[in-house]
Structure formats: structure tokens, C-alpha cells
């Protein structure tokens, strides 16, 4: 398993999002509180993406836990962004702990990760993985089912499909393909959040201009509500509409 957390809304520090609040993603790196028997801790990498004002974000992955990272606090004290997707790593066994394995993974304007796994990896999948470009699945980051998750998404937005009708057609596809998969995933442009909560835990809270969306809560401020398992968000920051998608 993992943890991960989008934000898109007013521009605000990196520390102050990922960093500093009381149970932040940095602490959630090694005391989450809801990973659900999906392991214990989150320290088999790390990655962080933010939008600077190009379409494209700038992208940071680390293959070791955020808080061996002595540059990470100066680094994300002094960067500010409206637009940002960042998650914390717990390898899945038999997986490569590598930097590219680590989320978010990237293509044009996207950032996307997946906090989860799939069961039967990977020959519960391979029938759909055999419908994707050869070339697709070479250029794979890593040899691991988020990856995966990521190139069948890619596909689907690259032929013009809406990005959260992308997202719940590679869940749905995949939860039917491999029952028991926790697939947990977000996407975003650093305008709009698409996230799905399937046999995994998912929260959203919209802030004045802002809206964030997480694995968990990262501070006990009010307004934070739990996303049903099952469903999909899509977020901006003016607007939350949630769901269904179908029952796990």
C-alpha cells in the first residue's frame, strides 16, 4: 500500500502541505493510521509533483523514505504551488523498490498514483495489458501493477477519453479482472482532482479555493469527509461531485 494526497487551489508552500500539518504525509511515511493490512509503514520511496505555471509539472521521486531526505524540508519550504500530487511508497512484495516505481507518475500535463495493489499480479491483468501498444508497455517506468494502472490510463486519455471516465473504466476493468484489487488512484491537471475509492480509504475536504484529496486526513480540522468505497470523486476548487462506481 500507499498514501498519496492531490491539492489544486490557492498557491500555498509545499512544507505546508506535505510537511508540517500534524499527521502529514511525512509522518504518514512511517505511523499512517489506515493502511487496512496493506503493510505498516510507507518507506520504500517517495515522490512529489507540482505545477509552476507551464501545462507541464516539474516532478521529484526519491527511492527511499521521505524522511532520510535531508534536502526535502528546504526544498519544499521554498517552492509554492496550486497544483500538487505527492504520495509515499510501500512496495508491494516482489516489486522493485526503484525511483521509477515510485508515484506520481507523469505524461503531458497529468501526474497520476495508485495506492493499493492488484491481486493475481501479473497474470491477472496480462489480457489487458495485451490490448495496449508493445511500445506502451516497453516504456513502462517500472515492472509493477501501478505502472500498469498508469499506461492503461494514459492510453484511454490519449485517445480523447474524459479523465474520469479514464479512471473508472481501467478500475472497473481491473477490479473485474482481478477481484480483491485495492485501487485507490488519483489523477490531476493542477486544475482538477480525480480520485476513486475502491476497498481502500479516501477523504476529501474543500477549503475556501481550495480542495484536497487524501488518503488520509492530514490534520483534524473540520470539513474533512470520507469518500464511499466504491465511488469517484472529481474536485476543483470551487466544486466536489462524488460517484458511484459499483461495489468492490
Given at each position: 500500500m500507499c498514501r498519496h494526497l492531490a491539492y489544486v487551489g490557492e498557491p500555498v508552500r509545499l512544507a505546508d502541505l506535505l510537511l508540517t500539518p500534524r499527521h502529514s504525509l511525512l509522518r504518514q511515511s512511517w505511523a499512517p493510521r489506515d493502511m487496512r493490512g496493506g503493510g505498516t509503514v510507507n518507506a520504500d520511496g517517495y515522490g512529489i509533483g507540482w505545477y509552476t505555471g507551464d501545462p507541464e509539472p516539474v516532478r521529484v521521486r526519491r527511492p527511499a523514505a521521505m524522511w532520510t531526505d535531508a534536502a526535502l524540508p528546504g526544498?519544499?519550504?521554498?517552492?509554492?504551488?496550486?497544483?500538487?500530487?505527492a504520495a509515499v511508497r510501500s512496495a508491494t512484495v516482489g516489486m522493485p523498490v526503484v525511483e521509477t516505481a515510485c508515484a506520481p507518475f507523469t505524461s503531458g500535463r497529468w501526474l497520476f498514483s495508485h495506492n493499493g495493489?492488484?491481486?493475481?499480479?501479473?497474470?491477472?491483468?496480462?489480457?489487458?495489458?495485451?490490448?495496449?501498444?508493445?511500445?506502451?508497455?516497453?516504456?513502462?517506468?517500472?515492472?509493477?501493477?501501478?505502472?500498469?494502472?498508469?499506461?492503461?490510463?494514459?492510453?484511454?486519455?490519449?485517445?480523447?477519453?474524459?479523465?474520469?471516465?479514464?479512471?473508472?473504466?481501467?478500475?472497473?476493468?481491473?477490479?473485474?479482472?482481478?477481484?480483491?484489487?485495492?485501487?485507490?488512484?488519483?489523477?490531476?491537471?493542477?486544475?482538477?482532482?480525480?480520485?476513486?475509492?475502491?476497498?481502500?480509504?479516501?477523504?476529501?475536504?474543500?477549503?475556501?479555493?481550495?480542495?484536497?484529496?487524501?488518503?488520509?486526513?492530514h490534520d483534524e480540522e473540520p470539513g474533512w469527509r470520507e469518500v464511499p468505497d466504491g465511488h469517484l470523486v472529481t474536485a476543483t476548487s470551487s466544486t466536489v461531485d462524488i460517484t458511484r462506481l459499483g461495489d468492490p
Open positions: 526544498l519544499a519550504g521554498s517552492i509554492t504551488s496550486g497544483g500538487v500530487l495493489l492488484v491481486r493475481g499480479w501479473p497474470s491477472s491483468v496480462a489480457a489487458l495489458a495485451s490490448r495496449l501498444p508493445v511500445t506502451d508497455l516497453l516504456l513502462m517506468d517500472a515492472p509493477t501493477d501501478s505502472a500498469l494502472l498508469w499506461t492503461l490510463v494514459r492510453a484511454l486519455l490519449s485517445a480523447g477519453v474524459a479523465p474520469a471516465k479514464a479512471v473508472a473504466s481501467v478500475v472497473t476493468e481491473v477490479a473485474e479482472a482481478a477481484p480483491g484489487s485495492r485501487l485507490n488512484l488519483l489523477l490531476t491537471d493542477g486544475s482538477t482532482i480525480v480520485g476513486t475509492a475502491w476497498t481502500h480509504a479516501l477523504w476529501v475536504r474543500a477549503l475556501p479555493g481550495a480542495v484536497v484529496v487524501a488518503s488520509e486526513p
